[in-house]
């Protein structure tokens, strides 16, 4: 069975608000996006500790052990997007819209072409 890839309206990079669960009011950038599970990793939430044992290498060094702390996965309806306006973060909803745009052929000539942009709703403004 294939698995269907889905979209989500967070990307990588964006900075996001925690809405849900013990770390609600964190806010953070976005580390990784997991589309297939509905996930994403946000830089200073859901931080656990990792157990990790000592790797023997095989002709290098291999790693060494203790605990590590590090951003688990949050699911994406728990975070908001956030955007500036008037130097305040906001948080917004994500719209799209078809924007006109120059498109150049290999051979250099330019064409008219459409494509889709993520606006933030609160201002109108593109992402």
Do not use: C
């Not at 900075?15 to 599970?37: F, L, M, N, Q, Y």
């Not at 200073?44 to 590590?68: E, L, M, P, Y």
């Not at 250099?108 to 609160?122: H, N």
Request: aromatic residues 4%; proline residues 2%; glycine residues 12%.
């Amino acid at each position: 069975m294939t698995q269907v890839k889905k979209s989500l309206h967070i990307k990588k990079g964006d900075v996001v608000r925690v809405t849900v669960g013990r770390d609600r009011g964190v806010e953070g950038k976005v580390i990784e996006v997991d589309p297939a599970r509905g996930r994403v990793f946000v830089e200073g939430a859901n931080r656990v500790k990792r157990h990790t044992k000592v790797v023997q290498g095989s002709g290098r060094q291999g790693t060494t052990g203790g605990i590590v702390t590090q951003e688990a996965s949050i699911p994406v309806s728990n975070v908001t997007l956030l955007v500036e306006v008037d130097g305040k973060k906001v948080p917004t909803r994500v719209g799209y819209e078809r924007r006109e745009v120059e498109k150049r052929r290999a051979d250099g000539s330019t064409y008219t072409g459409y494509r889709s942009v993520r606006i933030a709703r609160k201002t109108g403004e593109e992402i």
